[in-house]
């Protein structure tokens, strides 16, 4: 069992930042793995990734989450059913400099290989500061 939290400074401006990760449809952008999301039923949504676990063949999986959105205090809330209790909450706030924010990540699940957490959160977070930043450029 492993609770895990990142932060990470992003050059954009915290109510930017937030629309842009509230666009579920941006998923794809900054989560390398996935290939496609489908928003349905509220904040339901149906997410495919391309994966190549060590113990398998390469393939595409497609699975059930959700994603809940706070615009109130510029949240999201996520998860998704199964054997690791694989749940989170993400949170932007203002940055030291002006036009910069401060992206905290944190997250729960069963999984026991803290590393490899690890790596997917600092992964993510790279890519929602790379894809961000560029989108505003």
Do not use: C
């Not at 928003?39 to 063949?57: E, F, L, Q, S």
């Amino acid at each position: 069992m492993g609770d895990y939290s990142e932060t990470i400074t992003v050059a954009v401006p915290p109510e930017r930042l937030f629309s842009y990760l509230a666009d579920v449809q941006n998923l794809p952008a900054y989560l390398p793995r996935l290939t496609s999301v489908r928003p349905h039923d509220g904040d339901k949504v149906t997410v495919t990734a391309h994966i190549d676990p060590a113990d398998a063949p390469e393939q595409d999986v497609t699975s059930e989450a959700w994603i809940h959105v706070v615009e109130d205090g510029r949240s999201l809330e996520w998860g998704a059913p199964g054997p690791h209790d694989y749940h989170g909450r993400l949170h932007v706030a203002g940055g030291d400099d002006a036009g910069t924010s401060r992206l905290t990540v944190e997250m729960h699940t069963e999984r026991t290989e803290g590393e490899q957490v690890d790596h997917g959160l600092d992964e993510a977070l790279a890519g929602i500061k790379n894809a961000v930043e560029s989108a505003e450029r």
